[in-house]
């Protein structure tokens, strides 16, 4: 799944995503990081959302028509959790030609190899690293 992060692209690998789906109000969740906009209500279900950009350190747009929040389930404490992540310009799915090289960014983990394309440099991002130990224990409890 492509999507931007400022001008540069991005994508999560299929497999992780389970939907896409537009982007929505979030209740606001005080204390959290300037990264965590907030919880989203599905389907009665409280999902922390992650901006993407916010994360990376870029200002996030204004949201947009091709906004979304990607819904995908990470490793949490041995669980498997739903987490949202607020992505913008969701291009959609893209193959990746050409080999994968490793990007090597120490300071980010969630930043995983890079894939040449017609359209430019192609980062992966890797679900299951995005969140730091003390925002996963905040977001779904420690050890819950």
Known sequence: MVF????ERYALPLASVLRVLPAARLKAL??????????LDLHGAAIPVIDLSRLAGTP??????????LLVEIDSAGRRRRLGLKAERVIGVAALDGELADAGVASAPW???VAPGADGMLQLLDPDRLLAPEVEALLFGAGT
Do not use: N
Request: no cysteine; net charge positive.
């Open 4 to 7: 931007h992060i400022g001008r």
């Open 60 to 69: 996030p747009d204004a949201v947009r028509y091709d906004t979304r929040i």
């Open 111 to 113: 930043l995983g190899q």
């Open 30 to 39: 005080p204390g959290a990081p300037h990264f965590v906009p907030g919880l």
